[in-house]
């Protein structure tokens, strides 16, 4: 059963503490992007990888890091420099590296952190 | 920005209806996709048109691009009650990235 997935579904934290969010797809696509919408929101661009071992920066990727070392797994960790985590973050991933094509997405992990 | 808006913000219909839903953007694109998201949910990708084509038709959605006046619409016939969701309207272009807008959110009573 071909897809990405994400886990936990819901997260909760204390102000203060890193947390990871875990995202992994099995449809062997090159590209793998992270968002974070917040209510009433369109997505917003945190992170994006093209290729193993490397990715870039979005439009707000202060507050965040990833890694990505396989080409199924791109996690996220919010670190206790984001200044208001608490929001939807959706992982994304899509064939090729142009990153215009169509994105695939997961099912989303919804951070509380209070 | 090159951001897509979508027109209306809400939208409210009884099921068996026509939506219609609008989007405009500011600069030249290579393509204008459509997605759908349930509530708390992910996205999932309805329709992608290139610049160079002026409509595009799957299933139940109708979608059509203006490249001149830089609009593009969403078409949804004979809505049904599963229709209800945020409808997003995303552009893509130089920045070798999806730019998504708002949404619209439709809701369909039965």
């Known amino acids: 059963d071909g897809g990405i997935t994400q886990s936990p579904k819901y997260l909760f934290r204390k102000e203060g503490q890193n947390v990871t969010l875990s995202c992994e797809q099995n449809?062997?696509?090159?590209?793998m992007y992270w968002y974070r919408q917040d209510p009433g929101q369109g997505l917003r661009l945190i992170y994006y990888s093209q290729i193993v071992n490397d990715f870039q920066k979005g439009d707000i990727a202060e507050g965040y890091s990833v890694s990505r070392e396989k080409k199924e797994s791109f996690p996220l960790t919010v670190t206790s420099a984001q200044k208001n985590p608490t929001a939807f973050y959706l992982c994304?991933?899509?064939?090729?590296?142009?990153?215009?094509?169509?994105?695939?997405f997961g099912p989303g992990t919804r951070l509380t952190v209070t | 920005s090159q951001q897509g808006e979508e027109d209306p913000q809400a939208l409210s219909i009884q099921e068996g209806e026509n939506a219609t839903m609008n989007c405009s953007y500011k600069?030249?694109?290579?393509?204008l996709q459509w997605y759908r998201q349930n509530s708390g949910r992910g996205l999932v990708h309805l329709i992608l048109?290139?610049?160079?084509?002026r409509e595009k038709h799957s299933g139940r959605l109708r979608v059509t691009l203006d490249t001149s006046k830089k609009s593009s619409s969403l078409l949804i016939t004979a809505s049904r009650a599963a229709d209800t969701a945020s409808y997003f309207c995303v552009v893509s272009g130089g920045y070798n990235k999806l730019i998504f807008g708002a949404g619209t959110r439709l809701a369909v009573h039965p």
């Open positions: 449809l062997n696509h090159d590209a």
């Open positions: 048109i290139r610049s160079n084509e």
């Open positions: 994304a991933s899509s064939p090729g590296t142009s990153g215009t094509a169509e994105q695939y």
């Open positions: 600069t030249s694109i290579n393509n």
